[in-house]
């Protein structure tokens, strides 16, 4: 497989001049209309020596555009959450975050988007949640707001386990995954949870 560089030259049938030109490898950011109007930054292209439009995306780029289309395809999930949530969210992300990046910079919301995808797919991780119903910690007003991008296919699959769970709402299913975590990780350093986590957060970078 040809893997492209760029400033790599080729020819290419530019669909805007209509005809083969020069082309030179280069990063763009590039337009999608469907199935849902987004741009993907980055992407290495084939630019068009003559008219600048891009003539062709090169295999080894279709993946970002793929990952770029599971995003932009999220749905945003807006929840309110009591405070010291938030601050245990916060605390986790930035414990996970100093191991991996070596900087205490938190994450949050990929590691929120990562322990509901947890409870979405792991039936122990789910079941553990669920024995938070009456923990104090996940109770009080939710008074903060909290705002994360989740995938729409873990989306539904979270709906249908919290629904299993009995639990009624994303924001019970929030409460309780990071009450969860603040047991799982600050206090019992679970070293399955805290790779799973940590992987979230390397892909963030
Ligand atoms: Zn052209």
């Known amino acids: 497989m040809k893997i492209w560089k760029r400033g790599d030259e080729s020819r290419a049938i530019c669909p805007t001049c ?3 030109t020069d082309v030179v490898f280069a990063e763009r950011t590039v337009e999608i209309e469907e199935p849902v109007p987004h741009s993907v930054e980055n992407v290495l292209v084939a630019v068009c020596r003559e008219c600048d439009a891009i003539a062709m995306v090169p295999h080894q780029s279709t993946p970002r555009l793929k990952e770029g289309l599971a995003k932009a ?3 945003t999930v807006n929840t309110r959450i009591p405070g010291h ?5 916060f605390l986790v992300s930035e414990v ?3 191991d991996v990046l070596g900087v205490g910079r938190p994450h949050p919301a990929p590691v929120l988007r990562t322990l509901l995808y947890e409870f979405s797919k792991d039936g122990a991780f789910a079941e553990r949640v669920r ?3 009456d923990d104090p910690l996940a109770g009080g007003p939710g008074d903060q707001d909290i705002s994360i991008k989740v995938p729409a296919r873990v989306l539904s699959a979270v709906d249908s386990t919290a629904k ?3 639990m009624n709402s994303r924001a019970e299913v929030v409460k309780r995954v990071i009450a969860t975590a603040k047991e799982d990780i600050l206090d019992r350093h679970d070293k399955v949870l805290e790779e799973q ?5 390397v892909a963030v970078g």
Do not use: N, Q, V, Y
């Open 131 to 133: 024995k938070h119903i």
């Open 18 to 20: 209509e005809r083969r």
């Open 73 to 75: 395809a999220g749905e």
């Open 164 to 166: 299993r769970m009995g």
């Open 96 to 98: 996970l975050a100093s």
């Open 85 to 89: 949530l938030k601050d245990i969210l």
């Open 197 to 201: 986590l940590r992987g979230a957060l």
